[in-house]
């Protein structure tokens, strides 16, 4: 069965530092992947998505995410932290449909000025 | 465009009442999804629907109900609600199943 690690449950960083989130995958096959940020009180949003060819992914605020099918990692990387970057991330991958979705537990990141 | 909308924002029960989760949107999206958030488990799929009367179940159906009358809405029923029923329900949208989901801003359920 298909199934998302994020081994990190919160990450703290200054603003301005890089940062790296973790996220582990199980998939049969070449798998779907995605990062969702859910800033305080709000709903998801999707930073970037993975699904064929180039497996360096850019997205949105910044952030880009590596595929390695090697490690079956998929980190989100950004250079330079903002502190309005501070919220929870989510690391996602389908089961039986592309929009079916099994989410990580979530990396809370703070962000320290 | 106002995109995803959910109601109530916040809601309180006790154990056994009934109630209904409205979530609405309108961009025509076909696909739509309800998912709970517990902390440390990230989301969980509830239910979903492809399209106007059709609906299916996710990975924890057990205890909602839905149904899809419109495109526009797809409302998810606690039909007796037990505390393990307190959450964080979201509503997503999607033009197609293979499209990009589109979150509402949940909906926060206490049941005592």
């Known amino acids: 069965a298909q199934s998302v690690t994020q081994p990190d449950i919160h990450i703290t960083v200054s603003e301005g530092a890089s940062l790296e989130l973790r996220c582990n995958y199980s998939y049969g096959a070449t798998p779907y992947l995605f990062w969702y940020v859910q800033s305080p009180g709000q709903g998801l949003q999707l930073l970037l998505k993975y699904f064929s060819g180039d497996t360096l992914v850019q997205g949105i605020k910044g952030f880009e995410a590596e595929f390695k099918r090697s490690q079956s990692s998929f980190n989100l990387r950004k250079p330079s932290v903002h502190w309005s970057d501070a919220a929870e991330y989510f690391c996602?991958?389908?089961?039986?449909?592309?929009?079916?979705?099994?989410f990580g537990a979530g990396t809370r990141l703070a962000v320290h000025p | 465009n106002a995109g995803v909308t959910q109601t109530p924002k916040f809601q309180v029960l006790k154990t056994g009442q009934s109630m209904t989760l409205q979530c609405a949107q309108d961009m025509n999206h076909e696909y739509m999804s309800w998912y709970r958030q517990d902390p440390g488990m990230g989301l969980r799929l509830i239910h979903y629907?492809?399209?106007?009367?059709?609906?299916d179940q996710g990975e924890v159906p057990n205890g909602y109900n839905v149904s899809r009358s419109t495109t526009e809405d797809f409302p998810l029923r606690l039909l007796s609600a037990a505390p393990s029923q307190t959450s964080v329900y979201f509503c997503a949208s999607a033009l197609a199943v293979e499209e990009t989901q589109y979150f509402g801003p949940g909906t926060r359920l206490l049941v005592l």
């Open positions: 996602a991958v389908p089961s039986g449909g592309y929009n079916k979705l099994i």
């Open positions: 629907s492809v399209g106007a009367g059709i609906t």
